[in-house]
């Protein structure tokens, strides 16, 4: 039985079986243990006077221990129970003048040279027991809906974004060249997306997702962006853009709605704390909801649409605050917009989620289906408060001749992808799909202002430590 157990289920007088490690320990007698199931330690009352001087010396902060005991009503403040031990084994020791993780506040920035110890702090603790609560709500929602899913290949010699900014992956000593030929027999580098692939397996089992890591060489050194990174990808046969975007809707509320049923705990903590955060920032850069309150916003609220032509037209004609204009100016039709532009749409203006779609061709991705008038595609992004854009998908061209004629105005190899031109040529079909970036649903989730804060071990220009 884990602690988490105990409080929901703990019967008094019952004997239990504890381990953990030790949060603090004070007059020789109060242990605070935790063992990472929830957010709340368990206070062990131990008897001082029947326990070994030996034993009581390696009790320490970081150290880990097995206790036995009785759970009672705590005689303190602070919890509802304790457990009066019996019996006290110190499994693993931590000397206290070397261990980092001391029961005081540490930075971010500190916490992250530290990335194996950190998830023993609350706060990192909560955050992975959100992301590990979301992950298995995505796995559920997609297996109750009927998707099945596709592990996609992580090498890859194709660049589904069409972007070039990939890890190259070879045998082959860069220093020392050769005729010899390489491991695949082309060039091959770390995929970017396994949507591609999840569209031949759409066309053939009806519905697919993937969820799985993809790479970016992107030296992007911000708080939003890792080199490595979990995807969702799920693709679905026969459906256009309009169901897509009810898939996206509706999966992103089940979701949310799914960790603020099961993780209250951790969510009530992470808001505190995100109420901290942004009171230390000046009152133009604060968010304008709670971390409760803006998970709340996406799941109780309908999604509002409206073409991205439309969009223009308002932010052209807004007032985004009263003593500044944009920082970036919109400048007119065929703008890639910024995240201020996004979440004034959001915030602002509709005061919803949004779904902007139909963009302009030139901006987007060389699948995507064109529409009638040959200047936009059938695009769409979703939009959330504080963040800007969470998804990005679109309805696939079907047609085979808009294929080739796009991929050759973008210089894609047809060669390359003769495979994927093949499921234009056999049994072609409408058919839709999004991409969503995992970190970045935790990140929103959690309310942590930088993503290598949501995964374990983060993968960044010039960090690849752990």
Known sequence: MDIRQLFLGAQLNQKVHLRGWV????ANRFIALNDGSCLANMQCVVNFE??????LAEINTGAAIEVIGTLVESQGKGQKFEIQVDSLRILGASKPDEYPIQPKKHSLEFLREKAHLRVRTNTFAA????????????????TDNGFYQVHTPIITGSD???????????????????????????????TVSGQLEAETYAMGLGKVYTFGPTF????????????????????????????????AEDFIKSVLAYVLEHCQEDLTFLDQ????????????????????????FVTENEFMR??????????RNSKPNKKKKFAYPIDGWGADLQSEHERYLVEKHFSSPVILFDYPAEIKAFYMRMNDDGKTVRAMDVLFPGVGEMVGGSQREER???????????????????????????GTAEHAGFGLGFERLVLYATGMSNIRDVIPYPRTPLNASF
């Open 127 to 142: 955050v992975m027991r959100v992301r590990a609560a979301l992950s298995f709500a995505v796995h559920q929602y997609f």
């Open 216 to 247: 970016r060489a992107e030296n992007s050194n911000t708080s939003r962006h890792l080199a490595e990174f979990w995807m969702i990808e799920p693709e679905v046969a026969f459906n256009n853009l309009d169901d897509n975007m009810d898939l």
């Open 23 to 26: 949060r603090t320990f004070r």
């Open 306 to 315: 409206v073409s991205y032509t439309d969009a223009i037209e308002i932010l």
């Open 50 to 55: 029947q326990t070994s001087e030996e034993v």
């Open 160 to 190: 589904a974004e069409g972007a070039g900014e990939m890890f190259r992956v070879t045998t082959l000593d860069p220093n020392n060249p050769s005729d010899e030929p390489d491991f695949f027999g082309k060039e091959t580098n770390l």
């Open 400 to 426: 085979l001749d808009k294929l080739i004629e796009r991929m050759r105005a973008m210089d894609i190899d047809e060669e390359e992808l003769w495979w994927y031109l093949d499921l234009r040529r056999f």
């Open 273 to 296: 704390r995100f109420e901290q955060e942004e009171a230390k920032k000046p009152q133009q850069e604060r968010s304008p909801m709670g971390l409760l309150e803006r998970l709340s």
